[in-house]
């Protein structure tokens, strides 16, 4: 699942650092899933290769920290879908619509609340795993930079079926619980699908591009204890 994972992120541009490629080929599969466990609750890992991989993954989770743009952008989302639902709920007129959007700002709520664990948690694990490297005989000495990995074509089939149905799916439930929806199911459908198609083609080109380009600026960055 994490090699899935990481062909994954490598498809939308975000590719795994050098680093992290030979960290994970000298573990095992269920070792690997451990340690990514233990990254993820921002624990320490056990011996010096698990404190590797620990590290490693911990990067990679910063590497995908929004910038505090996007942070402002999406408070002003969440500020102005409950802020509908507010309203029409101080009014007493609530509908499909309002609902939805109440719905679509409590989840990116509860989705930038937990991403802001997670980046919290991985700053722990890099911290807790580097004073297990420094005591190690061995230096430490990691390299950052894009690792030249090959993708299969059926990660880049599930990035592009991931984005289709991410945004295809919300624009035409919109589209049905809209305050003047009068759409029939079929023009729904039809709507949601060419939404979802716009919005794959645009995130695997220049979405793909703008990630890809500020991991890169980001890959060689020092670690935070450093």
């Not at 680093?19 to 993820?40: I, K, Q, S």
């Not at 624009?171 to 198609?197: C, E, M, N, R, Y």
């Amino acid at each position: 699942m994490i090699r899935w994972r990481m062909w994954f992120g490598a498809a939308n541009g975000l590719k795994p650092s050098v680093e992290l490629v030979h960290a994970m080929d000298g573990l095992d599969r269920r070792t690997v899933r451990r340690v990514t466990r233990l990254t993820r609750r921002g624990k320490v890992a056990s011996d010096t290769p698990e404190a590797r991989l620990a590290v490693a993954l911990a990067h990679q989770t910063r590497q995908r920290e929004p910038t505090a743009s996007a942070y402002g952008t999406i408070a002003v989302m969440i500020a102005v879908f409950l802020a509908i639902f507010i309203v029409q709920a101080v009014r007493s007129e609530i509908d499909s619509f309002g609902i939805v959007i109440g719905a679509c700002g409590l989840w990116i709520t509860a989705f930038t609340i937990q991403g802001r664990i997670r980046i919290h948690n991985a700053m722990t694990a890099e911290r807790l795993n580097l004073e297990v490297l420094q005591r190690a005989p061995e230096p430490y000495s990691p390299s950052w930079s894009a690792a030249n990995i090959d993708i299969p074509p059926a990660a880049f089939v599930a990035v592009a079926l991931y984005f289709f149905f991410a945004f295809g799916v919300p624009f035409g439930l919109l589209q049905l619980a809209g305050p003047d929806a009068t759409h029939s199911v079929a023009t729904v459908i039809a709507k949601g699908a060419f939404f979802g198609v716009f919005m794959m083609i645009f995130q695997l080109t220049v979405g793909r591009g703008i990630t890809q380009r500020r991991s890169e600026r980001k890959a060689e960055t020092h670690l935070r204890s450093n």
